[in-house]
Each structure stands twice: as C-alpha cells, then as structure tokens.
C-alpha cells in the first residue's frame, strides 16, 4: 500500500501512541473530577495546553481545545458573529477556504449575514488588496487559510492580518494545513485553528487560539471545561497525543520538510516530462512541500483515483471531505481554470513514511493507466 494522501490525514505517531496510552487505560479520570483521578487527568490537559501554547507562542489561556479543525473554524466564525452582533453582519472568506468556513458563513447568511468571497489568482494565492477592497464597515470576521489543503498554496497572511488590524476586523487564519510543517509565527492571526491528525496526532482533536481582547460566544453549551467556552469533557488521551506529535513534528521539520520536498519535486518533475498533457495546478508558487496538485489532460480525477487505488496507491481528487460528492474543486475553479483541467485533477501529497522507491511506482503506475483511461 502507498499512501500518498497526507493532507487528507496522517497515521498516528508510535510515540504519540505510546503517550497517549495510559489516558486510555489506567489514568482515565474526567479532568473535571475532584478525586486523584481527575487531577491526574487535569494535570495532563493543563502540561499538555502549555506544551502547545509554547510552541505556538501564545498563552495558554487564550487556547481552547476542540475536536479538530471544524469545529474550530465554527466556533471562530459563529463565535465572533454571535459576540460582535451590534458591530455588523457581514462576513469575508476567500473563496478558497475549507467547508469547515464555508458552511459555517453560509449558516450565518440564515440568520441576515451577507458573505463575501475573495477569489484566488490563477496561481491560488489570494491578495491582500482584494481582501482589502471586499472589507466594509459593517465586516465583522474576515478569514484566510495558511496554505489551501488542496493545492498546497501558501497564502499571503501577514499582508492580510495587516489590512484586517487597520480595519479593526477579526482575522481568522486556518492553519490545519501548515502546522507541524511550517512555523505558527509565519501566520499571525486574531483567530488560529489547528487539527492534531494532520501532523501525525490523534483524529477528533484540535485547537483554537483567539487572542487580544476578542471576545467569542461558545459553540458547546454544556459543563464549564474550556474556561466555560466549550462544554463537553475532555479528551485527555488527545489532548497529550497532540502536544506530542507537535512537538515532534516542529522538532523534525527541517529534515521532514527537506525529505518530503525532495520525493515531491522528483515525483512531478517526472510526471512533467514522463507524461504528456499534464499540468501543475498552482504553478510553482510558493506551496507546502507535500502537495503536489497535477492535471491530466483527457482524463477524469476519479478514474485515476480508482485505478491507482485497486493498484495499492491512495491519492485524492480534492479535499477528502468533498469525495463522494460528483461537484468540481471549488478551490480550481475559483482559480478560474477551466473545467476539463478541474475535473481532471489528481491530488498527491507526500509524508515522512514515503520513499523514493514508492514515487517512482507511482509515476510508472500513472503513465499506464493514464494511458488506457485516454484509450477508452
Ligand atoms: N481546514 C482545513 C484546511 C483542512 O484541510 C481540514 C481537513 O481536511 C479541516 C479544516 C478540518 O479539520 P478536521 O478534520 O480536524 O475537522
């Protein structure tokens, strides 16, 4: 099995594993317990929230733990429309952004939020200027990711937050994708999500930081876990498995980073020339080094995806949440590219665990079968 899918998820750290353990077995206290059990389990969470407020230079009590990156992006974006209502009633994303926003943005339209949506260059960067230009005195939440989890595009954000401090708007940065690969410093923000299974932690936890004096209503009514911002109790086992696959993964990124880009560089540049009529989407702007987003001319994402996977290869057409569902990438298309190049796109993305030997099947794989899908 290749598995060339990495900004879908990541497998789980054996060490984050082995940390995380005895929260699953022997400590397995609620944090909120008052008994010895529950200290010990609070006292994991609280050495846990330092660890990753550390890391990404922030205090621990401006960070709440939450299930992953949706609910992070929901809880920034309802959270901060629910706390500005007298302000204003008008939303900006670009028009790249995870469905974590996206939905949540067109939930709010429910409720007489007006949305607007900032497209992408051809090359799938979004500009500070046309964000600039979208912000009106009634915005109250402006939101641009890190890097676009479908092409790997990085995204201009310390222009962005710029404009949106000029404009006393709150900016929210997803970086799902860029943590654990790249520093958090790189992407300031009012508003920062995280997910802990895209950097080889646990899946169903993650963070949102939210900074300075900005206030949020919670998501989650419920017990008062989260400094009462987020009720349900805490997943102990997660919380430590996060801290430690995030540090691992800051602690390695030099090497992994070097690696993984190394493997992708020699993996597209041989698809480039290898085969015909392919083309790398996002050009060779600057993009995380695992991503590779590639089209193939006269064929469909799809059947390249099934035809890899019934040869042992994992690969995406888009983001993973969007599989099953027939839409084209609205990420391509808001980069205006026309619709046999969208429908044709193969998302590859490398990870510490791939080899060169694994690229080189993979290329030798897709000549074959681009060429009978392009023969039938
Ligand atoms: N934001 C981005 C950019 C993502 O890539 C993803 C997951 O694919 C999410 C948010 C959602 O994160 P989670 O799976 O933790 O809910």
Not at 314 to 330: F, I, N, Q
């Amino acid at each position: 099995m290749i598995y060339l899918d990495h900004a879908a998820t990541t497998p789980l750290d054996g060490g984050a594993l082995e940390a995380m353990r005895p929260y699953l077995t022997t400590v397995y206290g609620n944090a909120s317990s008052q008994h010895s059990y529950g200290r010990a389990a609070a006292n994991a969470v609280i050495s846990a929230r330092d660890k990753i407020a550390g890391i990404m230079g922030v205090s621990s009590d401006n960070l709440y733990f939450t299930s992953g990156g949706t609910e992070a992006g929901n809880t920034a974006l309802k959270g901060v429309c629910a706390a500005t209502r007298g302000k204003g009633r008008h939303i900006v994303l670009s028009a790249i952004e995870h469905p974590a926003l996206l939905s949540s943005a067109r939930d709010m339209c429910a409720y007489g939020y007006e949305l607007t949506l900032v497209n992408p260059s051809e090359n799938g960067e979004v500009s500070a200027e046309d964000v600039a230009r979208a912000i009106r005195p009634d915005t109250v939440f402006v939101g641009v990711m890190s890097a676009n989890n479908e092409t790997g595009i990085l995204q201009p954000v310390k222009d962005i937050y710029a404009v949106c401090r000029e404009r006393g708007v709150f900016f929210y940065c997803d970086c799902v994708q860029t943590a654990g690969v790249l520093p958090f410093a790189d992407f300031p923000a009012d508003g920062i999500g995280f997910s802990a299974h895209k950097f080889y932690g646990p899946k169903g936890f993650g963070g949102l930081y939210v900074g300075g004096n900005h206030v949020f209503k919670r998501l989650l009514s419920g017990g008062e876990q989260e400094r009462g911002l987020r009720g349900g109790t805490t997943f102990v086992a997660g919380a430590v498995g996060c801290a430690y696959a995030l540090e691992k993964a800051y602690a390695n990124a030099d090497v992994n980073n070097a690696k993984v880009c190394a493997l992708r560089d020699g993996f597209v540049n041989r698809v480039l020339k290898e085969i015909d009529g392919t083309h790398l989407n996002g050009g060779s702007y600057g993009r995380l080094p695992s991503n590779a987003n590639i089209s193939f001319d006269g064929c469909d994402g799809e059947q390249i995806l099934f035809a890899l996977d019934l040869r042992g290869i994992a690969v995406s057409t888009g983001s993973a949440c969007s599989s099953g569902a027939v839409t084209p990438s609205h990420v391509l298309t808001a980069m205006g590219l026309d619709e046999k190049r969208v429908k044709g796109a193969v998302r590859f993305t490398f990870g510490k665990y791939n080899t060169e030997e694994e690229a080189d099947i993979t290329v030798n794989a897709l000549k074959e079968v681009v060429r009978k899908i392009r023969g039938l």
